[in-house]
Nanobody
């Protein structure tokens, strides 16, 4: 069974920074794409940023230039560095990972979510 555990959320003032982490553990053969999603109250979950096993990244237009996704493959961990935070970034952030638990066993998992609140 694969588990994703997030950390790093909290309350920050506009213009501030936060760094989210998500560690993937369990029976893992390999991890392909990893990503961060967010869901604000009354809105659908949306992709924030994603990164492939080779380091190719993709960002939502709303966070380009402010957020940076990275991963440490040795630690099975993905990070989201969030700078110049805005009130509209307030949401529950979820990490997501997909890969293989075995040669014929794909997996996709979600973290439990971590609250990010940007407010003065």
């Amino acid at each position: 069974q694969v588990q994703l555990v997030e950390s790093g959320g909290g309350l920050v003032q506009p213009g501030g920074s936060l760094r989210l982490s998500c560690a993937v553990s369990g029976s893992i053969f390999s991890i392909d794409a990893m990503g961060w999603y967010r869901q604000a109250p009354g809105k659908e979950r949306e992709l924030v940023a994603a990164i492939t096993s080779g380091g190719v990244t993709n960002y939502a237009d709303s966070v380009k230039g402010r957020f940076t996704i990275s991963r440490d493959n040795a630690k099975n961990t993905v990070y989201l560095q969030m700078n110049s935070l805005k009130p509209e970034d307030t949401a529950v952030y979820y990490c997501n990972a997909g890969g293989w638990a075995g040669p014929y066993s794909p997996f996709e998992g979600w973290g439990q979510g971590t609250q990010v609140t940007v407010s003065s």
